[in-house]
Nanobody, 123 residues
């Protein structure tokens, strides 16, 4: 099971830290990805971490602003800095057995995913 939290409404330039709480599977054997769905847009992959070795991937529009980490036990985090209006959307975490496979562009290609948390960036 995956449960996202930490979303909210912020102004441009502010920060949020999303959490993906996991249960029922050995987190260190999985890759965890973050995806977002903005209104009227296709789902976008945001970031991914192979929990076991800590390797990470970021899409270009969040590099140098977002940071994905894990405690390797239960939680994966997405720290989001300098948020902009086009970061608005529902953010989902998804789990894939083995490792992060950056070629998987949608959460439906992962083994399972959570219900999402809303992030709204507006002045």
């Amino acid at each position: 099971q995956l449960v996202e939290s930490g979303g909210g409404s912020v102004q441009p330039g502010e920060s949020l830290k999303l959490s993906c709480a996991t249960s029922g599977f050995p987190l260190d054997l999985y890759g965890i990805g973050w995806f977002r769905q903005a209104p009227g847009k296709d789902e976008e992959r945001v970031s991914c971490i192979t929990v076991g070795d800590g390797s990470t991937y970021y899409t270009d529009f969040v590099k140098d602003r977002f940071l994905i980490t894990s405690d390797k036990v239960e939680n994966v985090y997405l720290e989001m800095n300098n948020l902009q209006p086009n970061d608005t959307g529902i953010y989902y975490c998804a789990a894939d057995l083995g490792r992060c496979r950056w070629g998987k562009r949608k959460k439906s290609f992962y083994n399972f995913w959570g219900q999402g948390t809303q992030v709204t960036v507006s002045s």
